[in-house]
């Protein structure tokens, strides 16, 4: 059966684990009507538009 030779250090370990509990960046596009930019598939905050049509009054 395999040993270790040596105790995996604080550093080395945690350095493993930091790499899967990394945070996707958000993917951003830019609204077609208002051309500002919001997140895809969703209700653009600025104009209410969602696939050229108006879901939300924004005043």
């Known amino acids: 059966m395999a040993v270790p030779k040596r105790k995996t250090s604080k550093q080395r370990k945690n350095k493993r684990r930091a790499s899967s509990y990394r945070l996707n960046k958000a993917t951003v596009v830019e609204c077609p009507q208002c051309h500002e930019t919001k997140q ?3 209700v653009c905050p600025n ?3 969602y696939k050229n049509r108006e879901v939300i009054v924004v005043e």
């Open 40 to 42: 895809p598939h969703r």
């Open 47 to 49: 104009c209410g538009y």
